[in-house]
């Protein structure tokens, strides 16, 4: 498959909504979050998490209304992005100054890779 590896990423199956959503807020309190003068909790950090989803649908094969089975497998990508961050409007220093460059940093080259994938899905 045509995947991206990411180093330290982890991946759990899960069999009902309660477990993902278990893991949904794992990862969320895992997520770094620090105070500035915009915002009490600023996340300072990009969260992504996929989820595939494999099942299988039982349909109606004739009109003898025998039932047959349609297997299937979606994969759904949520991404949540730190903000953009305007050093005047933070007041942001040190730590908190240094992951604000790196978020728009971050949030620059994604800008830049969808621009990509657009104009390469445009050429194709």
């Given at each position: 498959?045509?995947?991206?590896?990411?180093?330290?990423?982890?991946?759990?199956?899960?069999?009902?909504?309660?477990?993902?959503?278990?893991?949904?807020?794992?990862?969320?309190?895992?997520?770094?979050?620090?105070?500035?003068?915009?915002?009490?909790?600023?996340s300072?950090?990009?969260?992504?998490?996929?989820l595939?989803?494999?099942?299988?649908?039982?349909?109606?094969?004739?009109a003898?209304?025998?039932?047959?089975?349609?297997?299937?497998?979606?994969?759904?990508?949520?991404?949540?992005?730190?903000?953009?961050?305007?050093?005047?409007?933070?007041?942001?220093?040190?730590?908190?100054?240094?992951?604000?460059?790196?978020?728009?940093?971050?949030?620059?080259?994604?800008?830049?890779?969808?621009?990509?994938?657009?104009?390469?899905?445009?050429?194709?």
């Open positions: 498959t045509n995947e991206v590896y990411v180093e330290g990423l982890t991946s759990r199956k899960v069999r009902s909504p309660h477990e993902i959503y278990a893991l949904m807020e794992e990862a969320s309190h895992r997520r770094v979050v620090a105070a500035t003068s915009m915002n009490a909790e600023s300072r950090s990009h969260a992504i998490a996929t595939r989803i494999s099942g299988a649908l039982e349909t109606p094969q004739d003898e209304h025998h039932i047959g089975t349609d297997k299937f497998t979606s994969k759904l990508t949520l991404v949540d992005l730190a903000g953009s961050e305007r050093m005047k409007k933070t007041r942001a220093k040190g730590d908190r100054r240094q992951e604000g460059i790196n978020i728009n940093k971050g949030l620059f080259v994604l800008g830049q890779v969808i621009s990509a994938l657009t104009e390469q899905s445009q050429n194709s």
